[in-house]
């Protein structure tokens, strides 16, 4: 079975920076398309970033030249890098997989309904 366990959450001023980790286990890396989403209570669940299997990105508005991700296909490991968190930036966080190639644009602009494995997430809180 395939599952996908987030980690590194926590609670950090603003400026400060957090680096999140999601690790794939039960199928082989290179068969999906990752991205992070958040969610916070009440609202809708959000892209932020995805990645390709070559490495582009794509980011939302909200998290562009702040949030990085990343990902290294041997250890089967996605990354969310945040740097400069704001308040709004508290969430949780949710690694997710579609099961198929998509470019880094595509995924970000197809959003959840593309992606059918999740993560239980992980929780950011960002005081001020």
């Known amino acids: 079975q395939v599952q996908l366990a987030e980690s590194g959450g926590g609670s950090v001023q603003a400026g400060g920076s957090l680096r999140l980790s999601c690790a794939l286990s039960?199928?082989?890396?290179?068969?999906?398309?990752f991205a992070w989403f958040r969610q916070t209570l009440g609202k809708e669940r959000e892209v932020v970033a995805s990645?390709?299997?070559?490495?582009?990105?794509s980011y939302s508005e909200s998290v562009k030249d702040r949030f990085i991700i990343s990902q290294d296909t041997p250890k089967k490991t996605l990354y969310l890098q945040m740097n400069n968190l704001k308040s709004e930036d508290s969430s949780t966080y949710f690694c997710?997989?579609?099961?198929?190639?998509?470019?880094?644009?595509?995924?970000?602009?197809?959003?959840?309904?593309?992606?059918?494995?999740w993560g239980r997430g992980t929780q950011v809180t960002v005081s001020s």
């Open positions: 990645i390709d299997d070559d490495d582009w990105t």
């Open positions: 997710a997989a579609a099961p198929r190639r998509l470019t880094a644009i595509q995924a970000l602009n197809l959003g959840a309904p593309a992606f059918e494995i």
């Open positions: 039960g199928g082989d890396y290179g068969d999906f398309t």
